[in-house]
């Protein structure tokens, strides 16, 4: 079965600088890899998605991601971050084996200071 | 855009009484899910469906049920709230699997239950 690790539970940045979040999957082959933001009392939003092909995937709202086979990541990052972004982060993985279901990471919660 | 719609925002309900959570999504999705989300704990399946009338237990199905009767809607169910179902439950849907590959699970906003 597959897993999810979000190494980071809560990260603070400041208005400006680059982001980076951090995610861990565990699969024997190669996952879909997804990305979602949940902001304040909402349901989560799609951010990116990785399929196959290009492994850097680019996203919404300015962000992208980069799947490293090799060390198993799939991290999110943001070359310069806005106050709108401040939100909790998902990662989740699925799989091939036959059934639709995604598993996810405990989440990143991300705050922004001036 | 993939509208996915909850029935309350917010719930709260007496343990031991019968709760109904509705979802409903208007793209002709075959796919629908139940989540459960707890800080730290991040999203855990509780079930799901891959069309009218059929059914799958998620992670941790214990203590709900559901039912789908029709393609746009699916309920999840406490027989018997307890408080330690008291969490956000989320709901999602996809379109069915092309070619092999999971789709996209688009949310709604989500039911926050209190159950005293």
């Known amino acids: 079965a597959q897993s999810v690790t979000q190494p980071d539970i809560h990260i603070t940045v400041s208005e400006g600088a680059s982001l980076e979040l951090r995610c861990n999957y565990s699969?024997?082959?190669?996952?879909?890899l997804f990305w979602y933001v949940q902001s304040p009392g909402q349901g989560l939003q799609l951010l990116l998605k990785?399929?196959?092909?290009?492994?850097l995937v680019q996203g919404i709202k300015g962000f992208e991601a980069e799947f490293k086979r090799s060390q198993s990541s799939f991290n999110l990052r943001k070359p310069s971050v806005h106050w709108s972004d401040a939100a909790e982060y998902f990662c989740?993985?699925?799989?091939?084996?036959?059934?639709?279901?995604?598993?996810f990471g405990t989440g990143t919660r991300l705050t922004i200071i001036p | 855009d993939v509208k996915v719609t909850q029935s309350s925002r917010y719930l709260v309900k007496r343990t031991g009484e019968k709760v109904f959570l509705e979802c409903v999504q208007d793209m002709d999705h075959e796919n629908m899910f139940w989540y459960r989300q707890d800080p730290g704990l991040g999203l855990r399946l509780i079930y799901f469906?891959?069309?009218?009338?059929?059914?799958e237990k998620g992670d941790i199905p214990e203590g709900y049920s559901v039912s789908r009767e029709k393609k746009e809607r699916f309920s999840l169910i406490l027989e018997s709230a307890s408080t330690n179902q008291t969490s956000m439950y989320l709901c999602a849907s996809s379109s069915s699997r092309v070619a092999g590959v999971t789709d996209t699970q688009y949310f709604g906003p989500g039911t926050r239950l209190t159950v005293l």
């Open positions: 699969y024997g082959a190669t996952p879909y």
């Open positions: 989740a993985v699925g799989a091939y084996d036959g059934n639709e279901k995604l598993t």
């Open positions: 990785y399929f196959s092909g290009d492994t």
């Open positions: 469906s891959y069309d009218v009338k059929m059914k």
